[in-house]
């Protein structure tokens, strides 16, 4: 096969009309045909590479998440597997990787490093130290030590985490970080450690401290967490040493765009930039993790897109191995079955469960937890509570709503306190992707949509779901981990469009991505304030608290 166009060589910064010759998927030879680009053919360049996503968290699995990915120009992921690592232990991500190997698509898994996250949690499983040089051992698309979130462990020297760390230096594998907020030498030698990469800088500030430690930074753009903004003026310099990613993707997000968005806006804003953007885009991923991803070099895998030109970035073809897998915005991966694992055994409750009882003596204040649109992390408030029949209940007109978090590993109480910013006006959401140990999280304006969303799901054994005062019942259901489905990838994309939707036209949702943000609701590693299956917690003291202050 021989392509003539427009050859974009990011690494050598120019573009020449050329042949490139491929055979047997190899990228054989690469003529020039002129010095300049010709005005009448396409650009050819290099695959985009995501480089750190939960492939989890598009609710599909890996083999559907390629055919998505490949119609936006993304030909690779650096995926961290903790999500169903967190479920199911090893065997989760020894799923993913075989469920993987069904299409072209290049993924790099890491080995996960904090499973459980956190001691004030109840995961379905634990990975240890021997899990994962297993892991490195047995498996080459394991390719790193996934984001080491226990930060404090690290600074503390921690047995375990260190145990981990040392054994991804031995085997030569790059070490993800992660490590919202840390600043000054903390950070100094949270990055001496080894951990090398950060996908959680919220501000500018941050991501140069990190910078200047050596530290290579990520500009995350996911359904949730928005950085690119804080993040994109500091392309032009340290363009060498940042990355672009993901991070947490929804299908129905991941139907209209991927990286390829972020590739676009950067090019808006810094038109002269081409090939620093597109080095962060393509190749720096390559590079650092070591990839098996071709960049358009004699001798590399022919894996490249083809784009009609570089001002309005239209992705016409996507190749991998030589082998053409989308083309105009059509998948050519084919839609295949995926076997269901899954980790799942907790009973069906009653609303009565779900109320929050302040006996004879009403509190002064409520601790509540408040969300903010396109952040991981949260805020911490305390308000008056609303109290009807000796009970703390919802109130929509201040917008103080109920959040619960459900046990889905074995029956027990329900973890219960209070959320604001949510904006819902009747009903109730629920989900069992719930970062990171995914018990069942929910938020409702009574205990009986509560129950109701709640139910909804155990009874798929996983998923989400939406319910309204007026009977209404929506539940996308996710039988692979309670995270993801193997059915056809554009009609779960759409399901979960409607559920989306429905969950802001008919119950009053005010967020861009109520589900996304309702999944890390339950994360502890992101101050500040989370709730887990065993209580309220603060991520800045780092321990439990009292959602009720009764005062002196």
Known sequence: MQITANFINILQKNIQYCAIDVENGIIQKITPLSESPNPDANFILSGFVDAHVHVESSMLTPAQFARLAVVHGTVATVSDPHEIGNVLGKSGVEYMIENARQTPFKFCFGAPSCVPATTFETAGATITPDDIEELFQHYPEIGYLAEVMNFPGVLHQDPDMMAKI???????????????????????????????????????????????????????????????????????????????????????????????????????????????????????PVLHYNLPVGLLREGDAADFIIINNPTEFKILQTYLNGEIVAENGVSKIPN???????????????????????????????????????????????????????QIVSDTERDI?????????????????????????????????????????????????????????????????????????????????????????????????????????????????????LSFMALLVIPNLKLSDLGLFDGESFGFVEVVNFGE
Not at 222 to 248: Q, R, T, V, W
Not at 336 to 360: A, H, M, R, Y
Request: a negative charge.
């Open 166 to 284: 040392a054994l991804a230096k031995r085997y030569q594998k790059p070490i993800d970080g992660h490590a919202p907020g840390l600043r000054g030498d903390d950070a100094r030698r949270y990055i001496e450690a080894g951990c090398q990469t950060d996908h959680e800088c919220f501000t500018a500030a941050e991501a140069l401290d990190k910078l200047g430690f050596g530290m290579k930074i990520l500009i995350r753009e996911g359904s949730a967490a928005k950085n690119f903004e804080a993040l994109i003026d500091l392309l032009p310099e340290h363009y060498k040493n940042m990355m672009f990613c993901s991070d947490d993707k929804h299908p129905d997000n991941l139907v209209e765009s991927h990286i390829d968005a972020l590739v676009k806006r950067a090019l808006a804003k810094y038109t002269n930039l081409l090939f620093e953007i597109l080095q962060v885009a393509c190749v720096n």
């Open 336 to 390: 295949l079955p995926s076997k269901i694992v899954n980790n799942f055994d907790c009973s069906p409750k009653k609303k009565e469960d779900f109320g929050f009882s302040v006996g004879e003596v009403s509190p002064k204040t409520i601790k509540v937890i408040e969300v903010l649109d396109g952040q991981l992390i949260t805020l911490k408030s305390e308000h008056i509570p609303k109290i009807e029949n000796g």
């Open 401 to 517: 709503l109920k959040i619960v978090v459900v046990n889905r590993y074995s029956d027990a109480p329900p973890a219960i306190a209070f959320i604001k910013n949510f904006g819902l006006k009747q009903g109730a959401i629920a989900s069992s992707v719930a970062h990171d140990s995914h018990n069942i999280v929910a938020i409702g304006v009574d205990d009986e949509g509560l129950n109701t969303a709640i139910n909804l799901v155990i009874e798929a054994q996983g998923g989400v779901s939406a319910v309204s005062n007026l009977g209404e019942k929506l539940i996308l259901p996710l039988p692979i981990a309670g995270l993801m489905s193997g059915d056809d990838a554009y009609e779960v994309a759409e399901k979960y469009a409607k559920i989306d939707q429905f969950s802001k036209e008919n119950l009053g949702s005010t967020l861009n991505s109520p589900f996304m943000s």
